[in-house]
């Protein structure tokens, strides 16, 4: 009885630390895949509250803001106004 205790003992904790040694490699390689950028008014965004985001097929990221819309490239915006003058 002790010796499969112990054997049942040594699988979960061999099977438990495959499983966490797992989740850290996957974790590691999409680290390096990913990456955060914070684009401001200063940047050239319309506002700096932006409601929807949106990619095209062309690759344009999309942004809506209160009133405005905004188009990035990856290095520029182009805003244009969705208020329409009567």
């Known amino acids: 009885m002790r010796f499969s205790t112990t054997v049942l003992f040594l699988l979960i904790a061999v099977s438990t ?3 966490c040694s ?3 490699n996957i974790q ?3 680290a390096g895949k990913y ?3 914070h684009w401001g008014i200063n940047d050239g965004l319309s ?3 932006v409601y929807q985001m ?3 097929v062309n690759g344009f990221l999309w942004m809506g803001t209160q009133g405005e819309l905004s ?3 990856g290095s520029v915006f182009k805003n244009s106004s969705l208020c329409y003058k009567q």
């Open 47 to 49: 506002q700096a509250c």
């Open 17 to 19: 630390a495959s499983f």
């Open 28 to 30: 590691e390689t999409t």
């Open 22 to 24: 797992a989740q850290e």
């Open 54 to 56: 949106r990619k095209d």
């Open 35 to 37: 990456r955060a950028v």
């Open 71 to 73: 188009r990035f490239d």
